[in-house]
């Protein structure tokens, strides 16, 4: 159904499925069949719910029995005005005992189900593939989970030791009201709940809609600040600060905006839970008062009926905070599980086996792919790597050398043809071992804000210091790390900053070599860098590239002239082929390219 077209009930309809489907997601997490000690965890608790609600029950009954002992209403009660005082106290401290014994049990049973949702989340959102990614904005990601999380927190804190309680506690109450006193006592209650409960759904069904607005304003300025500062040196270098401020002030604006109707709402709405439970407050009161004048109460039933009615208002006007927080819990979690449901382009199938790389060769067969399918990429691309061998992938831009890679790696799926490694189709094996054999040196490496050491033993997690001085000393960025002051405990800033592209660079083919990989692409992996650094690095790259199989994705044909086949790409097609002196002599489309760079550098 369009957005548009969509009305109040149906957005209603949809909240209240979206709310069941949530609660029936956290579900599992409280009673999971293999771990019997949650079970018993939340057994014992309901059972000091219970235990505590009867008790809080009874306080004011023996409350208001002391009362009539010690005016001498009721002379021959057993324990006295002092012996019911007490038992009062000793009813009240019963009372939180059990609570505190509840949330004490219970506190390992909402902890781990609070990790073990965050945990899916996030493994979850590493299994989505590249083109959902590129499309979401990290800030807003980041957001969803943290209010999904906390969302989490508070329905099993709120909803099961709130809600349910309330709930015994109102029943018990209204059966002792019949008991104790007049059917008319639970009637009127009765109705005062309901008028109640109803006045909150309502108002808070409308106040909810207005809570998400206010979220997806806040979302946006999440994003657009994040997204500033991760590019703080473009801000600068374009003198945009007032810019970005702007930008950041218009979301929070909106944002402001919301923030103000939700406000106002809930003043509306405390307003009107007031007026609700006063009214049957004061109705009931009347009618005590009027039975002690007339005889057939005690002033002990009097009071004893007035400490019932503060003890279910307190946590009835409690119930209007914790129903809005509980519906805009569900509205967060379930964004979360929204997020949780968005299927993974890219999976391994059913039993896939390990790829199993003996030689390295890797095959394009007659690819054909597009990130829209109404414009398509490779058009039919078949080339093959050799066992050992460098094959770089020369062409303009938009031309596909970089998907080439990505799909290789497997970000995505061709639409049409196969890419094998060794007569594999990587579509056949397992991710995890696809990627364990493929090492890349992307055009700019990002490192972690962590240590220098972290970033290069990132490569493999189980590498030795040893191990990981080795591979810095291959790229040829130990010397460097041994003049700094902390040597490779430097921490490198967000994402690297600290560090000179040069350098960053260097980290990430140390990173790569400690991986070891049979396979290596090099995407443009020198393309960002200054004529002097490129040729420093040159030779990091060539003792990397020692003994691999390896595909160059390349930009400055220099850098690829000593190639064992060079593969000319154009409008997705595979255009030449051949080595450098081959091409060069056809005078075709390589020709062309190579001649115009050398101009250029020329003329630079």
């Known amino acids: 159904?369009?957005?548009?077209?969509?009305?109040?009930?149906?957005?209603?309809?949809?909240?209240?499925?979206?709310g069941l489907r949530t609660i029936r997601k956290v579900g599992p997490y409280l009673w999971p069949d293999n771990m019997p000690w949650v079970k018993r965890r939340v057994v014992i608790a309901i059972v000091c719910l219970i235990a505590a609600k009867l008790v809080n029950v009874m306080a004011p009954l023996l409350f208001g029995r002391a009362v009539d002992a010690l005016s001498g209403e009721l002379p021959d009660l057993l324990l006295g005005g002092v012996g019911l005082t007490l038992a009062y106290g000793v009813a009240r401290l019963m009372n939180v005992g059990f609570q505190q014994l509840r949330d004490g049990v219970f506190a390992k049973v909402g902890q781990r189900a609070l990790r073990m949702l965050a945990l899916e989340t996030f493994s979850h959102i590493h299994q989505l593939s590249l083109r959902y990614h590129i499309t979401r904005k990290t800030g807003g990601l980041s957001r969803i989970i943290e209010r999904g999380v906390k969302g989490v927190d508070f329905l099993l804190r709120f909803m099961l030791f709130s809600v349910g309680p309330l709930i015994l506690e109102l029943l018990l109450v209204m059966g002792f009201l019949w008991f104790l006193l007049d059917a008319w006592y639970m009637i009127i209650v009765m109705i005062t709940i309901v008028i109640y409960v109803w006045f909150t759904f309502k108002v808070t069904e409308w106040r909810v809609r207005l809570r998400r607005e206010m979220n997806e304003q806040d979302t946006d300025a999440n994003q657009k600040a994040i997204d500033s500062l991760l590019n703080f040196e473009t801000v600068k270098y374009f003198g945009a600060e007032s810019r970005e401020a702007a930008r950041y002030d218009s979301s929070m604006r909106a944002y402001e905006g919301a923030a103000i109707k939700t406000a106002t709402s809930l003043a509306m709405l405390n307003f009107g839970q007031s007026l609700i439970i006063t009214a049957g407050l004061i109705t009931v009161m009347v009618m005590a008062a009027l039975g002690v004048q007339?005889?057939?109460?005690?002033?002990?039933?009097?009071?004893?009926?007035?400490?019932?009615?503060?003890?279910?208002?307190?946590?009835?006007?409690?119930?209007?905070?914790?129903?809005?927080?509980?519906?805009?819990?569900?509205?967060?979690?379930?964004?979360?599980?929204?997020?949780?449901?968005?299927?993974?382009?890219?999976?391994?199938?059913?039993?896939?086996?390990?790829?199993?790389?003996?030689?390295?060769?890797?095959?394009?067969?007659?690819?054909?792919?597009?990130?829209?399918?109404?414009?398509?990429?490779?058009?039919?691309?078949?080339?093959?790597?050799?066992?050992?061998?460098?094959v770089a992938l020369v062409g303009p831009s938009g031309s596909g050398k970089s998907t080439i890679g990505r799909l290789l790696f497997r970000f995505y799926d061709v639409s049409g043809g196969s890419v094998r490694i060794d007569g594999q189709d990587v579509r056949d094996v397992t991710q995890d071992s696809?990627?364990?054999?493929?090492?890349?040196?992307?055009?700019?490496?990002?490192?972690?804000?962590?240590?220098?050491?972290?970033?290069?033993?990132?490569?493999?997690?189980?590498?030795?210091?040893?191990?990981?001085?080795?591979?810095?000393?291959?790229?040829?960025?130990?010397?460097?790390?041994?003049?700094?002051?902390?040597?490779?405990?430097?921490?490198?800033?967000?994402?690297?900053?600290?560090l000179s592209g040069g350098e960053k660079q260097r980290v990430g083919i140390a990173r790569t070599l400690l991986k070891n990989p049979p396979i290596l692409i090099l995407d443009e992996a020198t393309s960002a860098l200054d004529s002097e650094t490129e040729s420093s690095i040159q030779g990091a790259l060539k003792l990397a590239s020692e003994g691999r199989t390896v595909i160059t994705i390349a930009h400055r044909l220099s850098t690829i002239a000593d190639a064992d086949r060079i593969v000319v790409l154009e409008n997705g097609r595979v255009m030449e082929e051949g080595t450098h002196d081959d091409l060069l002599a056809r005078q075709g489309r390589y020709a062309a390219l190579w001649n115009r760079q050398m101009q250029d550098e020329e003329a630079a």
Do not use: C
């Not at 159904?1 to 979206?18: F, K, L, N, Q, V």
């Open 1 to 18: 159904m369009p957005a548009d077209t969509r009305t109040d009930a149906d957005i209603a309809a949809d909240e209240r499925r979206s």
């Open 294 to 390: 007339n005889g057939t109460l005690t002033t002990g039933d009097f009071v004893m009926v007035n400490a019932y009615m503060i003890q279910i208002t307190m946590p009835l006007n409690f119930l209007g905070t914790v129903y809005r927080e509980i519906r805009q819990s569900l509205v967060d979690m379930g964004e979360m599980f929204d997020l949780l449901e968005q299927p993974q382009e890219v999976s391994d199938k059913p039993g896939a086996p390990d790829l199993q790389v003996a030689r390295g060769v890797v095959r394009f067969e007659d690819v054909r792919f597009g990130y829209d399918p109404a414009r398509p990429i490779l058009k039919g691309v078949t080339l093959e790597v050799g066992a050992g061998q460098n």
């Open 434 to 498: 696809l990627h364990d054999a493929i090492g890349v040196v992307p055009q700019d490496t990002v490192l972690f804000n962590d240590s220098i050491r972290y970033n290069i033993a990132y490569g493999r997690a189980d590498a030795t210091q040893d191990e990981v001085i080795a591979a810095a000393r291959a790229a040829q960025i130990h010397d460097f790390i041994s003049t700094l002051p902390e040597g490779y405990d430097t921490m490198v800033g967000e994402r690297g900053l600290k």
